[in-house]
């Protein structure tokens, strides 16, 4: 065991070098937001945490969104003790984000649609977001696109089918293409959607289909996410913490864990090999 580095923010005991960063997602779409991590804080014990019982979130009520999120990640926090959250998960932060910060006396990094990087990036100034149903709907949404794309235009799709697309692509089942096409063609369909020429990838799963969201919508069409603006984030909150694996990083599923390990190869392709149920 590490020796005690300095005062845990969490207010569960002493910062270990060897006290993890806790990854949050629904399902499998965190990992690119973890690659991003890997790339950025490569020593950083790391646990990440799928909620697959509570797949998909972008179809619950707030209400139901904010009593799951806010229940795991307060027993999760006792049971871990992590130095830091990253809620890797744009619905879950932009529904629970606040109410997670007020429960837990704990460094919270939230996931938010990158609409300031595409506003500074669009040239027709029309921009696309796909996001799930839950998250297009936020106030949250509201706020950023009034404070930082307010003289641009921004077409909201939801597109809840690339979330069970891109968890499928993971364990390589069926062709995401259908609904990647679906998705592209209902935000076309908007007015002046034939002018988009950035789009913001507004869910973590969705990059996972960056490479068929490509070919749909064109080279010319810039595809924006949060991930790296994430691991800058975590870099910078934990710039003076010491890092030691105390023991191998793992991933955790709250749904069966043999549907979980079929997506061993994946989660091995990031650095973990250990898979465990919550």
């Known amino acids: 065991m590490q ?43 790391v646990i990440y945490a799928a909620d697959m019982a509570g797949l998909p979130y972008g ?88 404070e930082f794309a307010a003289d641009k235009r921004l077409l909201r799709q939801a597109a809840p089918g690339l979330v069970e697309a891109a968890e499928a692509k993971l364990a390589g089942r069926g062709d995401a293409n259908g609904a990647v096409g679906e998705a592209v063609a209902a935000l076309r369909a908007q007015p002046g959607g034939e002018r988009i020429d950035t789009v913001v990838l507004a869910c973590t799963h969705f990059p996972l289909l960056r490479e068929e969201l490509q070919a749909e919508l064109g ?19 934990t710039r003076n913490d010491d890092f030691a694996r105390g023991e191998p990083d793992r991933a955790v599923t709250t749904g069966p864990l043999a549907a979980f390990e079929a997506l061993a190869p994946v ?3 990031h650095g973990i090999d250990r898979l465990v149920q919550f």
């Open 3 to 45: 020796g005690f580095d300095k005062l845990s923010p969490n207010g569960f005991g002493a910062l270990r070098a060897n006290s993890p960063i806790l990854l949050f997602d629904s399902g499998v779409g965190g990992l690119t937001v973890l690659a991003e991590l890997r790339h950025a804080l490569p020593d950083a014990p």
């Open 59 to 146: 179809t619950k009520s707030e209400a139901e969104v904010a009593a799951r999120v806010c229940g795991l990640l307060g027993r999760m926090a006792e049971r871990w003790q992590p130095r830091l959250i990253c809620i890797a998960c744009n619905t879950a932060s932009t529904i629970a984000l606040g109410m997670v910060r007020e429960v837990l006396e704990i460094p919270i990094v939230g996931t938010v649609p990158a609409i300031k990087p595409a506003a500074a990036m669009t040239k027709t100034g029309v921009i696309g977001l796909l996001g799930t149903e839950a998250t297009i709907r936020q106030a949250y949404v509201d706020n950023l696109e009034a």
């Open 219 to 237: 080279s010319e069409v810039a595809l924006v996410d949060g991930a790296q603006g994430i691991a800058r984030r975590i870099v910078h909150l």
């Open 267 to 269: 989660f091995a392709a």
